[in-house]
Structures are given as structure tokens and as C-alpha cells.
């Protein structure tokens, strides 16, 4: 069988003839029929990732952490024809967290991550997998459904946040939902994209930034889904003019550490920062009089990481709704399909973003 592999971290991808996955008791055999491509298989395939590793005694990892695909046959409380979409990052086995299915949370940094650390991912035509891992996709939503990976991520940071800020006697708004508060995403990539309406399906007003005006398919976005614009090529002085101060600042910039002191001035009382995703440089400081603003405000930056399966529920629920709420913008998220067929074109969609890139996708069998 076809399968994309990595020699990590050594720079570059190829497709491979693999043998057939053997079977094996009480797992479910999967046929893929999507994977979605992101900034982590880049950085994978580019050396650039320090955590990326091939399983135990292998020099090889199989690439690819976003997935759905198709039960072959009846296993152990799955039927033939299902389709899901499997967990990427699997426990330690060690720790208390890990043992209840929360690996977002390992206290030992010993879990594997299906193509990214440890595991082989799912970028192949078949494979087997523990029904623990597999969650249901909805049939209506099957043609986006790949963006409940990157989603589940974001579930689990906005739970999160919400968690975090239980700490605060009331922050729900007079009607009980958080719609009196503001929230600014810097980012408009997928990330940006996919905590914007979540957060305006919360409830939010919702501001997004970026160092350059919206192309036309974020703009189309914005309008649809009611997201402000605020262009922070100068800086963000003009937004706290404009707007004031935010209750949650979410950082889906995924680039220069320096964004985060940037943006700490602009944070409400009671307000939380989180950062999302792993910039590449820079260093964060702050002054002696941020830091006291930061504790008089009672303010708190929290780094986000990795949803675990009630957060990939919650995905497929949200982009179910969404699908009527907002037609165009899901529309607009697949930016791209490559057949798995088309090899070039596949290890080039793997290499390099696309301009304006949401989620590209390979089709691996209908
Ligand atoms: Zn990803
Ligand atoms: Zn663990």
C-alpha cells in the first residue's frame, strides 16, 4: 500500500510501496479517505521540528496526524461504513492523566503523537487502530470533516480559558453567555480562523488582526461569520483607541514571540492571554511596569496544547452547525484537494503552504 513517509530530521518526503498493515484482535480496520496537511507536517518534513521522531527501532515515521476514514469491517462496536476520524496524540501510559485519556495533559512528556513523534500517522491506504481512538464523523459533514482535528485543538483551548477563568466570580455576561465580552485573535490563518467562530458561537465579539488588509476570501469570511477588522501593521495603539481593552487576547499568529508583550497592554481586567502554537523566534520581556499592570489587572497568559476525544466531539458538533450557520465560510475552508496520485503535487502541497492557504487535502479513496 501507498503510504507518505518521513526520515526525520532529516529534510524531505517521499511515497513508499509499505506492506499491507497485518490484523490484529479487537482493532478496527480503517480505509483513509482524507488527510488534511498543516504548519506541524512542514516543519516535520523541513527538519525543523525537534520533537518529530520515527516509532522505537525504526528509522522511518509514516507522516500525517489529520484524518478520517472508512470502517472496513464490523469490530468491536463500529460498523462496516462508519466513517471516523482517529485521536493523534495517544498517553505515556504512565501518569494518572494519560490513564484517563487526557494526554493534553501528561505530567511526563512521554506520549506519541500518530506522525509528528513515536507513532506512525495516517497518511497510508489502511490501517488498524484501538475503537478507544476513533471518534464518529457525521455523514453531512464528511467533505470538511479533516478540520475537526485542527478544531479539537482550539475546543480544548477555549475550554481551557473558560476553566481557567472560573477563577473570576462572574465572566459570563447578563444573559448567562459571554456575550459582553471582546475578544481579539491575532491571526487570520486556519487557526485564527477556526477560534473565531468558536468564540463568536459563544458568544464573543469577536476582533481578528493581521499585519496586512483581508483577501478576498477572508473578508468574505469575516462578513459572513460578523468578525471586526483591525490591520496592526502599525501596531495595536489604534485598536485600544478604538475598541478599548479585550477580555480574551488569543494568539494564533504562530510567529514572533515579541506579539505577546505587544498585545498584554491591551488585556482587560481580569483578561487572559493564550498563546497558541510554537513561535519559530525572538524572546518575550517585560518591564517592570507591565509586569505590575499584569498583576494589578489580574491578568494571565496560559500556553494552549492538544485536544483530547470529548474535544474532537465537540469539533464535529460545532462544524455540523456551522455547515448552516455559515455556508460559505466552511465552503472556504478546503482551499484544496490532491489526489493521492498525483505524487508531485502531493510532496509539493506537503513542502509548501499555498497563498492563503485554509486546509489542503490529499484524497486518498472516495
Ligand atoms: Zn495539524
Ligand atoms: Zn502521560
Not at 479487537?26 to 516509532?55: F, M, S, W
Not at 462544524?319 to 465560510?329: D, Y
Request: a negative charge; proline letters at 5%.
Amino acid at each position: 500500500m501507498k503510504a507518505v513517509v518521513v526520515r526525520p530530521p532529516k529534510v524531505g518526503v517521499s511515497i513508499e510501496e509499505l506492506k499491507e498493515p497485518e490484523p490484529e484482535p479487537n482493532k478496527v480496520k480503517i480505509r483513509i479517505l482524507n488527510t488534511g496537511i498543516c504548519g506541524t507536517d512542514r516543519e516535520i518534513v523541513n527538519g525543523k521540528l525537534i520533537t518529530a521522531r520515527p516509532p522505537n527501532g525504526r528509522d522511518y515515521l509514516i507522516l500525517g496526524h489529520e484524518a478520517i476514514g472508512v470502517v472496513e469491517e464490523n469490530c468491536c462496536g463500529f460498523k462496516k461504513g462508519e466513517i471516523v476520524m482517529p485521536v493523534n496524540r495517544r498517553g505515556c501510559g504512565h501518569c494518572l492523566n494519560c490513564q484517563i485519556g487526557r494526554p493534553d495533559f501528561c505530567e511526563t512528556g512521554e506520549f506519541v503523537e500518530a506522525g509528528i513523534s513515536g507513532l506512525d500517522g495516517f497518511m497510508r491506504e489502511y490501517y488498524y487502530d484501538d475503537p478507544k481512538w476513533l471518534v464518529r464523523v457525521p455523514y453531512e459533514i464528511k467533505d470538511f470533516a479533516v478540520m475537526a482535528q485542527p478544531l479539537s485543538d482550539l475546543e480544548k483551548s477555549l475550554e481551557e480559558i473558560l476553566n481557567v477563568q472560573k477563577r473570576v466570580p462572574i465572566w459570563t455576561c447578563d444573559d448567562g453567555t459571554y456575550n459582553c465580552r471582546k475578544a481579539l485573535v491575532i491571526g487570520t490563518g486556519p487557526v485564527g480562523t477556526l477560534i473565531s467562530l468558536l468564540l463568536k458561537t459563544y458568544g464573543f465579539e469577536v476582533w481578528i488582526t493581521n499585519r496586512r488588509e483581508l483577501n478576498d476570501m477572508e473578508r468574505t469570511i469575516a462578513e459572513e461569520v460578523g468578525l471586526e477588522f483591525y490591520n496592526s501593521a502599525n501596531g495595536y495603539d489604534g485598536l485600544k483607541e478604538k475598541v478599548g481593552r479585550f477580555d480574551l487576547i488569543f494568539d494564533a499568529s504562530n510567529a514572533f514571540t515579541y506579539i505577546a508583550s505587544q498585545v498584554l497592554p491591551l488585556l482587560n481586567y481580569n483578561g487572559i492571554l493564550g498563546l497558541f502554537g510554537f513561535p519559530q523566534s525572538g524572546q518575550l520581556s517585560l518591564s517592570y511596569a507591565e509586569l505590575q499592570s499584569l498583576i494589578f489587572r489580574s491578568n494571565v497568559i496560559v500556553g494552549l496544547v492538544n485536544g483530547q476525544k470529548p474535544h474532537f466531539e465537540m469539533a464535529m458538533v460545532h462544524l455540523a452547525a456551522w455547515k448552516t450557520m455559515w455556508p460559505k465560510t466552511v465552503k472556504a475552508m478546503i482551499t484544496k484537494e490532491v489526489p493521492i496520485e498525483d505524487e508531485k503535487e502531493v510532496k509539493e502541497v506537503i513542502m509548501n503552504k499555498l497563498p492563503s492557504e485554509i486546509k489542503v487535502k490529499i484524497v486518498w479513496s472516495k
